[in-house]
């Protein structure tokens, strides 16, 4: 049954829609009509209920959407500072000027090499650099697009050889190197990589093996001074020094 509207002044039952009495024409009290609410609307209502209580009720509080936004930052945080420290410049840059120097690497390592006995020669870091510079002359171009290689120098340290690499993308420095300690293993000399950086971002040995193509065209211009270390019997790597013994001609 559809709902109906009193008149207050005859109680005649009106239909609803009506403004005046249908029987004394007394103009009709229209609040006092029952509010019948769409059910669309109390949806609605009901649904933005159910939000306002998920944002203000601490009951509803999901751990896995907050740990899942938590690793999204901690991600994102942890990739800017490492680009961060990736375009920064690592400690002990040896200064350009100071890689010059008169000695004749190669050929000193050739003649100890062709000596009848075994010979120690000792070379600075400044001989290695120097020596670096003019290998760099035979050096493909960069194995990485973009970038272009600018010096190679060493850094020594008691028994550890650092190898860098600075580049230039864009005419701005990247600064890249890898570390080894040099030993001889049953006559052949063998380099252990110890690990690596990318400007001043450090890098594990173990993912340092699969970075190995950023060096590659480094490897590349040194093949023949890797293939005169063949010829020596024990490296050592002091501050500033490295010392090698030859094995000798009559030896091979």
């Known amino acids: 049954m559809s709902e109906q509207l009193k008149c207050g002044t005859c109680g005649f039952a009106n239909e609803p829609e009506r403004v005046y009495c249908h029987s004394c024409g007394a103009k009709l009290d229209r609040s006092l009509m029952p509010i019948v609410e769409d059910k669309n609307q109390q949806g609605g209502a009901e649904a933005a209920r159910r939000r306002i209580k998920r944002l203000t009720n601490p009951s509803t509080f999901s751990v896995g959407l907050f740990l899942k936004k938590l690793i999204v930052v901690v991600f994102w945080a942890a990739f800017v500072a490492a680009l961060i420290l990736i375009v920064r410049q690592p400690d002990g840059v040896p200064d ?35 020596a670096l ?11 990485l697009p973009g970038l272009e290689l600018k010096r190679t120098y060493a850094k020594l340290t008691p028994g550890v050889i650092h190898i860098g690499v600075e580049q230039a993308l864009w005419d701005y420095s990247l600064y890249s190197g890898v570390d080894y300690r040099l030993t001889v293993v049953d006559g052949k000399f063998t380099p252990i990589l110890l690990g690596g950086n990318f400007g001043r971002l450090p890098i594990h040995v173990e993912v340092m093996k699969y970075l190995d193509v950023a060096f590659q065209n480094l490897w590349t211009a040194l093949k023949r001074e890797h293939e005169q270390m063949s010829r020596v019997q024990s490296v050592t790597v002091g501050d500033g020094q490295i010392v090698l013994v030859t094995k000798g001609a009559a030896a091979r």
């Open 96 to 130: 350009p000027k100071g890689e010059t120097s008169s000695r004749l690497v190669q050929s000193e390592l050739m003649e100890a090499a062709q000596s009848p006995a075994p010979r120690s020669i000792a070379f600075s870091e400044a001989d290695v650099n120097s």
């Open 133 to 143: 510079k003019q290998s760099l002359k035979r050096s493909p171009a960069s194995a």
